[in-house]
């Protein structure tokens, strides 16, 4: 039964680490950014901090990109705000599904009165460019393919650049779900020509969940401007957010911006530009190794095929007879520790071990296997 209000205390959270699907552990940098004096969101101190989350997100996208900003809102707002700009009623667009993130992809297509085409694979599986070239084949009329980089729900990476390139040879546009790529593998927007790219703080970031930094190419921008139904959310019409983050001197009010998170951001980005992202992709792979070997040790079994592996969201088999929700509980309440279940079809049948920016370190992978062999003894 909820306490009465009048015994109601400041919250106090624990200290956990957090090696789940995300949020992820967050830089202390970054916390402590949340704790300094907020400014007036029009503020010129505070515009100048935005133009350098600009540049600092144009280096994490790597893209030259000047439509590059972070939406005021989860991963989700930044999923939205790509459909919502980009498609627009009886449009067909193709959507890649092999995991959680790809169906919420068909549910944005479809409440934007548009025709998705679904591309199926297995979870666990990469999305298989033949099949998407297939269906690009089958209809000339898509003018966008839409599919997540890096599926959160099972661990799996796909060819970006291969998908990318095969919309571009068929005319379409691509949406591109990098919530869990940006910082952990590498993404090129503009070398892959990517298209409309969207990602969340929470991630290998390790910022505060609540951000969704996107970008958007010259092409995407064109589609936009030739669009002949208004943006059905006035909220994400990047047309009227742009006044607000353009750095032409003519900021005009949208929406309070959430000023102290994004001091957070720009403290992680920052973080991700010092230790420079080739360096960061190449510490993400190396405690990846690290943490297969100890697992490899205990028995327990990953969920996709090694040359698809996401290093920073490493699903693994729930070894036979072993109770899911007891151990991660028992993680939980003895060694602060979150470790992710399974979702959809993996439910039950995986965990989802996160090494995630600021999480990608070996003290955060020796707390998960002392913790995971004592509890499977
Ligand atoms: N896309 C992917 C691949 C994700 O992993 C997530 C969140 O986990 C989202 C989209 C949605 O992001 P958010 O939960 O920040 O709204």
């Given at each position: 039964?909820?306490r009465?209000i009048?015994?109601i205390?400041?919250?106090?959270?624990?200290a956990r680490t957090l090696?789940g699907?995300?949020p992820?552990?967050i830089?202390?940098?970054?916390?402590?950014?949340?704790?300094?004096?907020?400014?007036?969101?029009?503020d010129?101190?505070?515009?100048?901090?935005?133009?350098?989350?600009?540049?600092l997100?144009q280096?994490?996208?790597?893209?030259?990109?000047?439509f590059?900003?972070?939406v005021?809102?989860?991963?989700?707002a930044?999923m939205e705000?790509c459909?919502v700009?980009l498609?627009e009623?009886?449009?067909?667009?193709?959507?890649c599904?092999?995991g959680?993130?790809?169906?919420r992809?068909?549910?944005?297509v479809?409440?934007?009165?548009?025709?998705?085409?679904?591309?199926?694979?297995?979870?666990?599986d990469p999305?298989?460019?033949?099949?998407?070239?297939?269906a690009?084949k089958a209809?000339?009329?898509?003018s966008?393919v839409?599919f997540v980089?890096?599926e959160?729900?099972t661990g799996?990476c796909s060819?970006a650049q291969?998908?990318a390139?095969?919309?571009r040879?068929h005319g379409c546009?691509?949406i591109v779900d990098?919530?869990?790529s940006l910082g952990?593998?590498?993404l090129?927007?503009d070398?892959?020509q990517?298209d409309a790219?969207?990602s969340?703080s929470?991630?290998?970031?390790?910022?505060?969940?609540?951000?969704?930094?996107?970008?958007?190419s010259?092409?995407?921008?064109?589609?936009?401007?030739a669009r002949?139904?208004?943006v059905?959310?006035?909220f994400l019409d990047?047309?009227?957010v742009?006044?607000?983050?353009?750095g032409?001197?003519?900021?005009?009010y949208?929406?309070?911006a959430?000023?102290?998170?994004?001091?957070?951001?720009?403290?992680a980005?920052?973080?991700?530009?010092?230790?420079?992202?080739?360096n960061?992709?190449?510490?993400?792979?190396?405690?990846?190794q690290?943490?297969k070997?100890?697992l490899?040790?205990?028995?327990?079994?990953?969920?996709?095929d090694?040359p698809?592996?996401?290093?920073?969201?490493?699903a693994?088999?729930?070894?036979?007879g072993?109770d899911?929700a007891?151990?991660r509980?028992?993680?939980?309440n003895?060694?602060?520790l979150?470790?992710?279940?399974?979702l959809?079809?993996?439910?039950g049948?995986?965990?989802?071990?996160?090494l995630?920016?600021?999480?990608?370190r070996?003290?955060n992978?020796?707390?998960?296997?002392?913790?995971?062999?004592?509890?499977l003894?």
């Open positions: 039964m909820a009465a009048s015994d205390q400041s919250f106090q959270p624990v090696m699907p995300g992820s552990d830089y202390p940098s970054v916390l402590q950014s949340l704790s300094k004096p907020t400014l007036g969101h029009l010129p101190l505070f515009i100048g901090m935005m133009d350098e989350v600009k540049q997100l280096y994490a996208f790597q893209t030259e990109n000047p590059t900003i972070a005021s809102a989860p991963g989700s930044g705000a459909f700009n498609v009623p009886g449009d067909t667009v193709i959507v599904r092999n959680v993130f790809g169906d992809m068909r549910e944005n479809e409440r934007c009165g548009a025709h998705a085409v679904m591309v199926d694979d297995a979870w666990g999305v298989n460019p033949e099949k998407v070239e297939a690009l209809h000339p009329e898509a966008i839409a980089h890096a959160t729900s799996a060819d291969a998908l390139t095969l919309a040879e546009l691509t990098a919530v869990t952990g593998v590498p090129k927007v070398e892959w990517l790219v969207y969340g929470q991630k290998c970031l390790s910022c505060v969940p609540g951000l969704s930094p996107v970008t958007f010259p092409r995407a921008i064109e589609k936009m401007q002949t139904h208004k059905q959310s006035w990047q047309s009227l742009l006044g607000y983050w353009s032409d001197g003519k900021r005009s949208h929406h309070t959430p000023v102290n998170s994004l001091y957070a951001l720009h403290e980005l920052l973080r991700l530009y010092q230790e420079g992202i080739e960061a992709w190449q510490r993400h792979r190396t405690m990846h690290r943490l070997a100890g490899d040790n205990l028995g327990i079994g990953f969920v996709v090694e698809y592996r996401l290093p920073q969201l490493n693994v088999y729930i070894p036979e072993v899911d007891a151990v509980q028992h993680l939980l003895t060694y602060n979150e470790i992710g279940a399974g959809g079809d993996l439910a049948k995986a965990w989802r071990i996160g995630m920016g600021y999480g990608a070996d003290e992978i020796a707390l998960c296997l002392k913790a995971l062999e004592e509890a003894r």
